[in-house]
C-alpha cells in the first residue's frame, strides 16, 4: 500500500467515524441518563434534513446562518419531543417510553410521507461542500475534512462542558445514579431536558453532513444512521460518551478496511460480516469495550 492510498483511507475513516460519532453521542447522551434506547433518534436527523431541504431549495439564506438556524431546528426538536412524548412517561414502566419513543418514529414518519413526499428530494448542496483540496497530494472533498474539523470541535466542547460546568457535572452524577443526584438536589427536568437538547444538535449536525453526502433527503434517511448508531454504540459502550466516539471509530475502520480488501464479488455482503462482527462483539464483551461507570435505575 503506497501512501497515497494510506492517507486516502485515512481521511475517509476519520470522516465517516466523525459522521458514526456524533450519531452515537446523541443516543448515548439519552440513555446515560434515562436509560432509554431513543428509537425517534432518526427522524430527529430527518426533521433537521427536511429543514435543510427547505431552506436551502426555497431561500436564499447565507449558509453560515442556515447552519445556525438548522441548529436551532434540532434544539427544538430535542426539547419539545422530551416535553411532549417522554416527560409525561417518564414515572411509568420502561415499556411505556419505549413505545413512545417508537410510537413517535412511526407517526414522524408517517407525517414526512404524506406531508411532505413519499419519494426523496434533492438538496441544493452550498458549492464549497463538494470543493476538491489537496491533503498531502491526495485529492479529497473539502467536506471530509470540515466533518472531521467540525466533530473536534463538537467533542472539545463537549469535554468542556461536561468535565467544568456544573451542569455537565451534574449530568455526570445523574448517569452514574440519578436517584442519589436527585437527592442532592440535581433539577431533574433540566439535566433531562439538556440531554434531549445535546441530543437534538448532534442530530442536526449529522443531518447536514449525511444529506452533503447523500444530495437529498426522504421520509426513512434517519434509520440508516439509527442503525449504525446502535452498532457503535455495542461495541464502544452503551454506557460510555468515551466509548461511544470510539465505536464509531471502530465501525468506520472496518468498514473501509473490509470494503478494502474483499473482493467485488463479496463486497454486497460488507453490511452482512460488519453484523456477524458485532454480534461476536455481544457475544465476547457485551458491555463494550469501555464500560463506563452507571446505576442501572431508570429516571423516574
Given at each position: 500500500?503506497?501512501?497515497?492510498?494510506?492517507?486516502?483511507?485515512?481521511?475517509?475513516?476519520?470522516?465517516?467515524?466523525?459522521?458514526?460519532?456524533?450519531?452515537?453521542?446523541?443516543?448515548v447522551?439519552?440513555?446515560?441518563?434515562?436509560?432509554?434506547?431513543?428509537?425517534?433518534?432518526?427522524?430527529?436527523?430527518?426533521?433537521?434534513?427536511?429543514?435543510?431541504?427547505?431552506?436551502?431549495?426555497?431561500?436564499?439564506?447565507?449558509?453560515?446562518?442556515?447552519?445556525?438556524l438548522?441548529?436551532?431546528?434540532?434544539?427544538?426538536?430535542?426539547?419539545?419531543?422530551?416535553?411532549?412524548?417522554?416527560?409525561?412517561?417518564?414515572?411509568?414502566?420502561?415499556?411505556?417510553?419505549?413505545?413512545?419513543?417508537?410510537?413517535?418514529?412511526?407517526?414522524?414518519?408517517?407525517?414526512?410521507?404524506?406531508?411532505?413526499?413519499?419519494?426523496?428530494?434533492?438538496?441544493s448542496?452550498?458549492?464549497?461542500?463538494?470543493?476538491?483540496v489537496?491533503?498531502?497530494?491526495?485529492?479529497?472533498?473539502?467536506?471530509?475534512?470540515?466533518?472531521?474539523?467540525?466533530?473536534?470541535?463538537?467533542?472539545?466542547?463537549?469535554?468542556?462542558?461536561?468535565?467544568?460546568?456544573?451542569?455537565?457535572?451534574?449530568?455526570?452524577?445523574?448517569?452514574?445514579?440519578?436517584?442519589?443526584?436527585?437527592?442532592?438536589?440535581?433539577?431533574?427536568?433540566?439535566?433531562?431536558?439538556?440531554?434531549?437538547?445535546?441530543?437534538?444538535?448532534?442530530?442536526a449536525?449529522?443531518?447536514?453532513?449525511?444529506?452533503?453526502?447523500?444530495?437529498?433527503?426522504?421520509?426513512?434517511?434517519?434509520?440508516?444512521?439509527?442503525?449504525?448508531?446502535?452498532?457503535?454504540?455495542?461495541?464502544?459502550?452503551?454506557?460510555?460518551?468515551?466509548?461511544?466516539?470510539?465505536?464509531?471509530?471502530?465501525?468506520?475502520?472496518?468498514?473501509?478496511?473490509?470494503?478494502?480488501?474483499?473482493?467485488?464479488?463479496?463486497?454486497?455482503?460488507?453490511?452482512?460480516?460488519?453484523?456477524?462482527?458485532?454480534?461476536?462483539?455481544?457475544?465476547?464483551?457485551?458491555?463494550?469495550?469501555?464500560?463506563?461507570?452507571?446505576e442501572e435505575?431508570?429516571?423516574?
Amino acid at each position: 500500500m503506497n501512501l497515497d492510498i494510506l492517507i486516502e483511507f485515512a481521511i475517509n475513516v476519520l470522516s465517516m467515524g466523525s459522521l458514526y460519532a456524533l450519531i452515537s453521542l446523541g443516543l448515548v447522551f439519552i440513555f446515560g441518563i434515562c436509560q432509554l434506547i431513543n428509537f425517534a433518534y432518526g427522524e430527529y436527523i430527518t426533521i433537521s434534513a427536511y429543514a435543510f431541504y427547505f431552506m436551502s431549495v426555497f431561500t436564499n439564506i447565507p449558509w453560515p446562518i442556515m447552519f445556525l438556524l438548522i441548529i436551532l431546528v434540532g434544539v427544538g426538536v430535542g426539547y419539545l419531543s422530551e416535553l411532549v412524548a417522554f416527560r409525561p412517561f417518564r414515572g411509568r414502566s420502561l415499556d411505556a417510553l419505549l413505545v413512545s419513543s417508537f410510537a413517535i418514529s412511526v407517526i414522524l414518519q408517517r407525517i414526512f410521507q404524506i406531508g411532505i413526499s413519499p419519494r426523496s428530494k434533492a438538496v441544493s448542496v452550498p458549492a464549497f461542500f463538494n470543493l476538491n483540496v489537496s491533503l498531502f497530494g491526495v485529492i479529497t472533498p473539502l467536506r471530509n475534512l470540515l466533518l472531521i474539523g467540525v466533530t473536534l470541535i463538537l467533542l472539545v466542547v463537549l469535554l468542556i462542558i461536561m468535565k467544568r460546568t456544573p451542569l455537565g457535572i451534574a449530568m455526570r452524577g445523574a448517569s452514574e445514579n440519578f436517584v442519589t443526584a436527585r437527592l442532592m438536589g440535581v433539577p431533574a427536568n433540566l439535566v433531562i431536558s439538556v440531554a434531549f437538547i445535546i441530543s437534538g444538535i448532534l442530530a442536526a449536525v449529522v443531518a447536514v453532513f449525511w444529506s452533503v453526502r447523500t444530495g437529498s433527503v426522504e421520509p426513512f434517511m434517519g434509520a440508516t444512521p439509527l442503525l449504525v448508531g446502535f452498532i457503535a454504540i455495542v461495541i464502544g459502550g452503551m454506557h460510555s460518551l468515551v466509548g461511544s466516539v470510539i465505536g464509531g471509530y471502530l465501525y468506520a475502520l472496518v468498514a473501509n478496511v473490509l470494503s478494502l480488501v474483499l473482493p467485488t464479488s463479496l463486497l454486497s455482503y460488507r453490511d452482512a460480516i460488519m453484523f456477524v462482527i458485532v454480534i461476536s462483539f455481544l457475544v465476547l464483551k457485551p458491555e463494550g469495550l469501555v464500560r463506563g461507570s452507571y446505576e442501572e435505575e431508570r429516571v423516574g
